[in-house]
Each structure stands twice: as C-alpha cells, then as structure tokens.
Nanobody, 124 residues
Framework: QVQLVESGGGLVQAGGSLRLSCAVS????????MAWFRQAPGKEREFVAS????????YYTDSAKGRFTVSRDNAKNTVYLQMNSLKPEDTAGYYC?????????????????WGQGTQVTVSS
C-alpha cells in the first residue's frame, strides 16, 4: 500500500513563495515517477510538474516554468514543489501523484496513487 501525504499549503500574498511537500510511504519510492497537479474550484485537475526516477529529469507546464521547481529526496521518500512569484491564478488545491510506469505524464489517469491535497491561496 502506497500512501501520499501533502503539506505546506497556506495563504500567501501575490509574489510570495511556498514549498509543498509530499511524503510517500513504501520502500520503492525511488522508482516512482512523481507529479504535482492542481485543481481550482469548478475546473478540472491539471498537471503542474513532474519528476522522473528513471531519467532523473523534471518537466513543467508552461505556467510553472521559471517559477516552480520540483525536487525529490529519495532518502526521505519526499517530493517537493517550491513555488515562487506566486500569482492569484495559482490558487488551487495541490495534489501529488505517483506512477510506477509513466514518466512525465500530464494525464490524471496515468497515476496510480494520490494524496489528499493541500490548499494554496494567493491573495492579490
């Protein structure tokens, strides 16, 4: 059983920063491809960023490039999303997801495991 637990969300002013964490249970964390998605009220869940274990590479949606950084600490079974220069349109619930098979997929259905989410609210 794999469990993902996010933390680090909160209320921040526009231009500020937050670092989200996702702690993953399970001893094969280093072999999971990890991703961050977000979902605003009334909208579909959308891909934000991902980290591939097999290629040790990262990938970002256009709106995240240059502002967000995804990283992982395999020793701590944790993946992070550092978010800088936050904008009100970044307001959403943020979810981490894990897939043992798909690398850098933007599709929700390709991820087998999900966290419960953490809320990020950016005020203008």
């Amino acid at each position: 059983q794999v469990q993902l637990v996010e933390s680090g969300g909160g209320l921040v002013q526009a231009g500020g920063s937050l670092r989200l964490s996702c702690a993953v249970s399970g001893r094969t964390f280093s072999r999971y491809n990890m991703a961050w998605f977000r979902q605003a009220p009334g909208k579909e869940r959308e891909f934000v960023a991902s980290s591939s274990w097999s290629t040790d590479s990262t990938y970002y949606t256009d709106s995240a490039k240059g502002r967000f950084t995804v990283s992982r600490d395999n020793a701590k079974n944790t993946v992070y999303l550092q978010m800088n220069s936050l904008k009100p349109e970044d307001t959403a619930g943020y979810y981490c997801a894990a897939s043992p098979y798909y690398s850098h997929s933007r599709s929700v259905s390709d991820y087998d495991y999900w966290g419960q989410g953490t809320q990020v609210t950016v005020s203008s």
